[in-house]
């Protein structure tokens, strides 16, 4: 199935408020800071791995950021 350019931003624009929640949202922050995570980053890699399960930075960095911007080992 090919899906255009057009259709992908389409639903990139319905689906995004939902998924911003997950990192946005005062509550998610809280929930980050309670269970120790310290700053905006440690949270939002937390939040986009965590549907992984318990994973290492060998899994965890290649599927949550771009290849040029990879720090998830860092933060």
Do not use: I, N
């Amino acid at each position: 199935m090919t899906v255009s350019p057009a259709h992908a931003r389409r639903l990139w624009r319905v689906l995004e408020p939902y998924h911003a929640v997950t990192y946005f949202a005062p509550e998610a922050h809280q929930a980050f800071k309670d269970v120790g995570l310290r700053g905006f980053w440690m949270g939002y890699f937390a939040g986009r791995a965590a549907p992984l399960g318990a994973v290492g930075p060998g899994v965890a960095d290649p599927v949550t950021v771009p290849p040029e911007t990879r720090f998830c080992k860092t933060s």
